[in-house]
């Protein structure tokens, strides 16, 4: 009900359309209530592992698994990630061309999925080393809570590609606007969650 | 849509936002580099260690809302940031419930699984 | 051949059927046991057909899909919601009556087995809480709400849609449980290690898993519809301290479903994972432990609690205040008091687990937090006493609910403290006096303002009033037969009497059982009423017909529209000025119903198939996952990912309504209320009630 | 050095008497005393006693309630000449009692929660007089029985839990299966056994006699015939005990061990041992068993998940606590 400019990134409806910015607005306050949800499990997934550190049953530990260097790259390729969703909400914004929106979500999308890659190499890696979620209780959790993120990260791909989609069928309509503008919601929360995951399981495992 | 001639003040703008996405991604890239260089070439102590990850963290977290997700004390953000107020403290209740319940139930009857 | 039909059944085969047992070891009792089991299937098969006969017969199918299961109105989805709760309800208590029986009979014997005991009583919790009460407050906060606040429809009515059709799916999981059995023996918690594959390595648990899943989902997308709706679609002028109190209720139970949810999604998915990938988070072995899942059971199973209760406290305000004909007493302290139960119940949850052995200083801590909901609960009690104190109270049904409410919810209270205390509760914990504690609880609180409200909203919905007599009927069966089915278990939980017990060895609890039993076949005499009751209302729906749509006196803006409301509830969207907004309308000199300058054409979404797919392919993937039918898995998941990505390409969303058509609507029904008599409350429950109150209310002082 | 166990023992006889009558009502037809309205032991009769605190501190919010409730819908029913107001709806003096009397009743609930579990907690030790000891147990539950290990004795037994009186028991416990809830109600708390954890509950008794005891947590199939009978009976009667069961008790080796880790009821056990050691004294004995030869540490290579060392049964490994045992006492 109030009416204050809206002024979430990328939200440029232009004047003709109020009910759509205010069906936009419920739209991305809704979408902020489901991440709250969705972060209260990620907590908890968080307290499970940290409870399940001491269950390790005698098979590997974070000490034995745990990478610094690949953990690092994918902190990197997230963090970028997160900047270059940040350039393409810039860009829808400002209306600068669409070339330019497309662009930076094709490299947004591509590091999001080197950024799988990269984490399913990991894992790999992990079983061939005897890592694998049956071996221990500790196992189990991190294999939770980790690909749980991994999980997101896909399924923000899947709709980043959906929209690219959308943007080459409808153009960028207000379904579509908004559609990226939840997207820029997931994708930065996705990188707040791996801010917890890097240091609590990784640099807190190896440290 | 086409290109178009932002005005003065529109221009203005974005050069400010943008400038806030920069500001962003280096204060995030310098708080990622911190603990991850004090854990791979360093030798402190284990708990200064765990302590300068943790508060990195917290602070990138911040920043974060911040710059990226725009979660300022503004007004017409005031719902956003009370959300997510809300949420931390019910993360806090149940996070901290959870841990403290858990541990004090090892400790009485699985101290093995202390670890 | 073999080989082909073991990859298309997965695990499924003979031995699933209700009366294989029987076959196999054909015993008295196994026979007996295959006979209810297969007669409860059979009634789902009969009524199914008899449903889809029906509609066949009178070429009702399109209808069906247009008019209900795609359709994104809030009120339609509300009523679908209310009559699965109803249909479950039915299942539920009769699994009830079917366990007073066996313990009647039950010193060492009865007529069930163990293994049927312990489906009767999962599936009856697992019912009770996932597809009685949760579909029954959905649905009525679905159908109220909106019209409360002024709104035309819910922040995302296709949402709304998907909710409804996941909660089907659950629910029908559950009832194909009754063909394809067996349900889980575990328990509506369903703790591990029990419920683990090495104890219960069959299809019961994993069952129970996806049906809660189904649910959860649509609890936790249901809560973020009805927060962002209350938040943002509030009408003109109805600020925070205007809102109506159910809607206070509503909003508060919508953040209990927001946070409350995902503790039981992560304790069901770790659950499943340790079942189906051999993960270690419960096992007795390999690390794992089951106390982090009780522990994250109880941090949803808590708020639960409340969001089951307070929408019912909602509708008692509802009814104590248009009941007595008076405002509520202490409006401020009703709203701080719902606040304040909604932030502590995330702070109790150990409670339900005093007995596992943590240190005395995190019992006394938790039992005090405990204690502490008692205070806001309290003065809600009186704030309600105190709206009756001075007003002048009428008897109708849902009245009648809500003094039975107040009466037996404050014992439930007092035996709530005697749990609370950890030292007391290492006697009772598990016993059934916690049975009947929250039977206490739940019964008069939840499902006395669910009926309350049945009663109070049915004519909005229909536009004719429930039938006053045999609703008067069930409502004293309900309180009669709660009184003799609970109260006896209280005294056998003080002696000692476990819970889910199928038989017991102690003489001195057969009298408590045989009085238990008699309570249980009141209540359903008391389900036969509210049976009748529908049947004569709609018989005689002709003479109880309410078209002005304000038949209670009420107070808040549901009733200023005509009942049934149109589809776009509000004509135009009213300008709220006060508390009781629409009584404050009746009362100054305006006008009850004012006659709208212009009109605009008003935008309402369009039909939409989401609902109706998500409940198709959330079934089968269900059904799918229990029966180790991976072909199916992956179908069913494919085709809701493939529908979810299709839905974003849709750009036809809304449908309009023309000004024209809405002026046509809203002077058909002025014109109406011109023609009818206003009565006073003495004729509010003759048929002379038309709708239309008579004003002012009559030997007012101040 | 005030015990707040002691405290809320001497007032509980005299105070809630009501409570007593109570009891013997709802258990009159009872042979053996079944529930903690009719305690045998401290922790019972503590627990009583506030239960009936409890009950008259809420009393004084939700007596209210009832008797005021239809006064109010007689006096201010429709028709009734009484004062109308409709449009009061606060009082600032009705405010301060509703909240404030609530208010200090949980206050003093909260008193009472906090001694009473703290003084009840089933970790404490109880200290009996200064010359007894605690009389060790181990309990084991399995589905559907309970296995009860005498560490300082050597000695075990299944579905029967003998007891001298006026001893503090020191119990132990843990279970070999899913989870289970111990529970003697006429002698105090209940405790959680879990697999691979140790609980900890201590109890003791005032009165000699045969209380039943039972699993509160479901378990399956054979749930509600997992009880036992806790015994409790003079010094010497114990030491009779022990010693018969020592002379004359079965060999817990593997094959009984066997039996015991399966899914069945004590009377099932039994007869699958065909049992020369079952006690037959009573109508129930043919669910009870007597062991005068077990491996040592069972106890903690149940928890362990360890297989019991089966050889230090005949290496006189039974009684390897014999020498430090408290029953020097003739």
């Known amino acids: 009900m109030s009416s204050t400019p809206i002024r979430h990134p990328g939200l440029n409806l232009g004047h003709a359309h109020a009910e759509a910015h205010e069906a936009s607005e419920s739209l991305v306050f809704g979408f902020w209530v489901f991440m709250m949800s969705d972060l209260i499990i990620f907590g908890l997934l968080f307290a499970t592992y940290v409870t399940m ?155 | 849509m086409s290109h178009r001639q932002l005005s003065d003040e529109e221009a203005r703008e974005k050069a400010q936002e943008l400038r806030s996405y920069c500001w962003g991604f280096g204060l995030a890239a310098v708080l990622t580099l911190i603990p991850f260089g004090l854990a791979a070439f360093t030798q402190i102590a284990t708990a200064t260690l765990y302590w300068v990850i943790g508060v990195c963290g917290v602070i990138q977290i911040v920043v974060h809302f911040r710059f990226f997700l725009h979660i300022t004390l503004a007004r017409n953000k005031r719902e956003d940031l009370q959300l997510i107020l809300f949420t931390v403290l019910i993360l806090t209740i149940m996070v901290g419930g959870t841990l403290w319940i858990l541990f004090n139930l090892y400790y009485r009857m699985m101290p093995s699984m202390i670890p | 051949m073999t080989h082909w039909a073991d990859w298309m059944l997965g695990r499924l085969d003979w031995s699933a059927l209700p009366f294989w047992d029987a076959i196999v070891d054909p015993t008295t009792k196994n026979i007996v046991n295959a006979i209810i089991a297969s007669g409860a299937g059979a009634m789902v098969i009969l009524g199914g057909l008899i449903v889809v006969g029906v509609l066949t017969w009178t070429r009702r199918w399109r209808w069906l899909w247009r008019e209900w299961l795609t359709s994104p109105d809030h009120k339609k989805i509300g009523i679908m919601f209310i009559a699965i709760a109803l249909v479950m309800l039915a299942r539920a208590v009769i699994e009830a009556v079917f366990m007073r029986l066996q313990q009647a009979f039950g010193l060492d014997g009865g007529f069930l087995t163990a293994d049927h005991f312990g489906q009767l009583f999962t599936t009856h919790g697992t019912i009770m809480v996932f597809f009685m009460a949760m579909p029954f407050l959905t649905g009525i906060i679905n159908y109220v709400m909106p019209l409360q606040i002024g709104a035309r429809d819910l922040s995302f009515p296709v949402m709304n849609s998907i909710s409804l059709g996941l909660t089907a799916a659950g629910a029908a999981i559950v009832m194909v449980s009754l063909m394809l059995a067996p349900f889980s023996t575990g328990g509506w918690s369903g703790y591990p290690s029990f419920t683990e594959s090495a104890a219960n390595p069959g299809a019961g648990v994993d069952y129970w898993i996806w049906a809660v899943t189904l649910s959860t989902l649509s609890s936790t997308l249901t809560g973020i519809n009805f927060a962002v709706t209350i938040y943002k679609q509030r009408a003109p002028g109805m600020s925070w301290l205007r809102l109506p109190l159910f809607t206070w209720t509503a909003l508060c139970t919508s953040i209990l479903m927001i946070f409350g949810m995902p503790p039981l999604t992560v304790a069901t998915a770790l659950l499943a994972l340790d079942r189906y990938l051999d993960f270690h988070f419960f096992t007795a072995d390999l690390g794992g432990n089951m106390m982090n899942y009780i522990n994250l059971f109880w941090a949803f199973g808590h708020p639960e609690v409340y969001i089951l209760i307070l929408p019912a406290f909602g509708i008692f305000s509802e009814i104590f205040s248009t009941f007595s004909g008076k405002k509520l007493y202490g409006y401020g302290a009703l709203v701080i008091a719902t606040l304040a139960i909604a932030v502590l119940s995330f702070t109790v949850w150990l409670h339900h687990f005093f007995t596992m052995g943590q240190s005395a200083h995190i019992n006394a801590i938790f039992g005090i937090a405990t204690m502490l909901i008692g205070i806001p609960t309290g003065v809600k009690i009186y704030d309600w006493m105190l709206t009756m104190f001075r007003g002048r109270i009428r008897f109708s049904v849902p009245m009648i609910y809500a003094i039975g409410f107040i009466m037996l919810f404050v014992i439930g209270g007092l035996t709530g403290i005697i749990l609370a205390v950890p030292s007391v509760d290492y006697q009772i914990h598990n016993s059934l006096f916690l049975v009947a504690h929250f039977h206490n609880m739940l019964i008069p609180g939840l499902l006395f303002g669910m009926l309350g409200g049945t009663n109070l909203w049915f004519s909005k919905a229909f536009g004719f009033r429930l039938e006053e007599r045999w609703g008067r009927r069930a409502a004293c069966c309900w309180i009669v037969g709660f009184m003799l089915a609970f109260f006896p278990l209280y005294a056998l939980g003080v002696l000692g009497m476990p819970r889910r017990s199928v038989a017991f060895f102690e003489p001195a609890y057969l009298p408590w059982t045989v009085a238990a039993m008699v309570g249980a076949v009141i209540i359903l005499v008391a389900m036969l009423c509210l049976l009748i009751q529908l049947w004569v209302s709609v018989r005689d729906r002709h003479a109880n017909r309410v078209p002005g749509g304000d038949p209670w006196d009420g107070r808040s803006l549901e009733w200023s529209v005509s009942s049934p409301p149109p589809e776009y509830n509000f004509p135009v969207i009213p300008e709220v000025h006060s508390r009781d907004a629409y009584m404050r309308q009746k009362e100054t000199g305006g006008g009850a119903h004012p006659r709208p300058d212009d009109y605009e054409d008003i935008e309402m979404p369009a039909n939409s198939a989401m609902g109706p797919i998500f409940a198709i392919t959330g079934f089968l993937l269900a059904f799918g996952l229990t029966w180790y039918q991976w072909w199916l898995v992956v179908a069913a998941g494919v085709a809701a990912l493939i529908a979810l990505i299709a839905r974003g390409y849709v750009r036809d969303t809304t449908r309009l309504i023309p000004a024209a058509e809405v002026r046509r609507q809203h002077e058909a029904w002025l014109a109406t209320l011109a023609s009818l008599t206003p009565v006073t409350r003495a004729d509010e429950q003759s048929a002379a009630n038309r709708g239309l109150p008579a004003s002012p209310i009559e030997g007012a002082v101040q | ?117 703290l003084a009840l907690d089933p970790y404490r030790p109880l200290s009996g007089s200064e010359d007894v000891k605690p009389l060790r147990v181990q309990v084991v539950g399995f589905d559907w029985k309970w296995l009860f290990i005498y560490p300082d004795q050597g000695i075990a037994t299944v579905n029967e839990l003998v007891v001298p009186v006026h001893r503090p028991l020191a119990l132990k416990l843990t279970s070999a299966s899913v989870m289970q809830g111990f529970f003697i109600p006429a002698l105090g708390s209940q405790i959680d056994v879990m697999n691979r954890m140790v609980t900890q509950l201590h109890l003791e008794a005032d009165n000699q006699g045969e209380f039943p005891g039972k699993n509160m947590q479901y378990n399956g199939k054979g749930f509600h015939h997992q009880h036992f009978v806790a015994r409790v009976v003079d010094d010497s009667a114990f030491q009779n005990f022990v010693t018969r069961t020592r002379e004359s008790g079965m060999t817990l080796g593997p094959r009984v061990f066997d039996r015991l880790m399966a899914q069945n009821t004590g009377r099932a056990l039994v007869q699958s041992l065909e049992a020369p050691g079952a006690d037959n004294a009573t109508h129930e004995g043919d669910r009870r068993l007597r062991f005068g030869h077990l491996p040592a540490n069972l106890f903690d290579d149940i928890v362990e998940h360890a297989t019991p060392d089966w050889s230090s049964i005949k290496s006189g490994g039974t009684r390897n606590d014999a020498s430090s045992s408290p029953e020097a006492r003739p």
């Open chain 1, 53 to 207: 550190l001491g269950g390790t049953a005698g098979g590997p530990g974070p000490g034995e698994l745990f990478e610094l260097k690949s953990a690092f790259i994918e902190t990197s390729l997230l963090l970028v990630s997160s900047f270059t969703f940040g350039m393409a909400s810039l860009a829808l914004k400002y209306r600068t061309d669409r070339k330019v929106l497309v662009g930076w979500l094709v490299v947004t999308l591509l590091l999001g999925l080197a950024f799988l890659g990269h984490e399913l190499y990991d894992f790999h890696k992990m079983f061939t080393e005897g890592g694998v979620p049956s071996r221990s209780g500790f196992l189990s959790a991190f294999f939770a809570l980790v690909p749980l993120h991994g999980l997101h990260v896909t399924a923000a791909s899947i709709w980043l590609i959906a929209l690219l989609g959308q943007i080459a069928v409808h153009g960028l309509d207000t379904q579509t606007k908004t559609g990226l503008m939840r997207l820029a919601i997931l994708w930065h929360f996705l990188d707040v969650v791996w801010i917890g995951i890097f240091s609590l399981v990784y640099l807190g495992g190896t440290a």
């Open chain 4, 1 to 117: 050095m005030f015990h707040p166990l002691f405290h809320l023992r001497t007032h509980s006889r005299y105070r809630h008497w009501s409570i007593g009558l109570l009891a013997i009502w709802l258990s009159g037809c009872s042979e053996h005393p079944i529930s903690f309205l009719d305690p045998q032991g401290p922790i019972a009769a503590a627990q009583r006693h506030q239960l009936g605190v409890i009950i008259g501190l809420t009393s004084i919010v939700v007596l209210p309630v009832l008797i005021l409730t239809p006064w109010l819908i007689v006096r201010y029913r429709y028709g009734s000449r009484s004062t109308y107001r409709p449009h009061w709806g606060f009082s600032k003096l009705a405010d301060i009692v509703i909240w404030g009397i609530p208010c200090l009743v949980v206050v003093a609930l909260a008193v009472v929660a906090w001694r009473g579990t």
